[in-house]
């Protein structure tokens, strides 16, 4: 059974930051993560056997836009339906929003096209990390 928690507090720090390490993602460690979640308009914790098991957070205006960030399930707990209850709750709250952004790591965009996101014709972005700028642009 799984825990959808919706605030963060500092006590899911550690698990927060296992669950971005088991998926590779090593430079969020407990100082960024406590900033990234702080700063996050909407968060989603998901706790199972008083682990931490996948997270989410979005920012919103809570009128026109919301961005979706780190749709992230440990690796040992993939492909059980997590990260699409995750993404179904934000996507209720953001249902009166015109626009919901998403950047998909590589490989997973038919996950969110199963979601209904859309491949965008405008979408630009500027990354400051050679490695982010080679996965992510033309």
Same mark, same amino acid.
Request: hydrophobic residues 40%.
């Given at each position: 059974?799984?825990?959808?928690?919706?605030?963060? $507090?500092?006590?899911?720090?550690? =698990?927060?930051?296992?669950?971005?390490?088991?998926?590779?993602?090593?430079?969020? /460690? +407990?100082? !960024?993560?406590?900033?990234?979640?702080?700063?996050?308009?909407?968060?989603?914790?998901?706790?199972?056997?008083?682990?931490?098991?996948?997270? $989410?957070?979005?920012?919103?205006? =809570?009128?026109?836009?919301?961005?979706?960030?780190?749709?992230?399930?440990?690796? /040992? +707990?993939? !492909?059980?339906?997590?990260?699409?209850?995750?993404?179904?709750?934000?996507?209720?709250?953001?249902?009166?929003?015109?626009?919901?952004?998403?950047?998909?790591?590589?490989?997973?965009?038919?996950?969110?096209?199963?979601?209904?996101?859309?491949?965008?014709?405008?979408?630009?972005?500027?990354?400051?990390?050679?490695?982010?700028?080679?996965?992510?642009?033309?």
């Amino acid at each position: 059974m799984y825990q959808y928690i919706r605030k963060f $507090t500092q006590k899911y720090t550690s =698990g927060i930051v296992d669950v971005y390490r088991s998926v590779g993602w090593t430079s969020h /460690d +407990n100082e !960024n993560v406590i900033k990234i979640f702080n700063a996050s308009s909407h968060v989603i914790i998901v706790i199972k056997d008083e682990k931490v098991v996948a997270v $989410t957070r979005a920012l919103s205006d =809570g009128v026109y836009n919301a961005a979706i960030y780190d749709v992230v399930v440990h690796s /040992d +707990n993939q !492909n059980k339906g997590v990260a699409a209850e995750m993404l179904k709750i934000l996507l209720d709250e953001f249902s009166s929003l015109s626009c919901i952004h998403l950047i998909s790591t590589s490989g997973n965009e038919k996950f969110y096209k199963k979601s209904g996101f859309k491949m965008l014709k405008t979408g630009m972005a500027i990354y400051h990390k050679s490695h982010l700028e080679d996965e992510y642009t033309y």
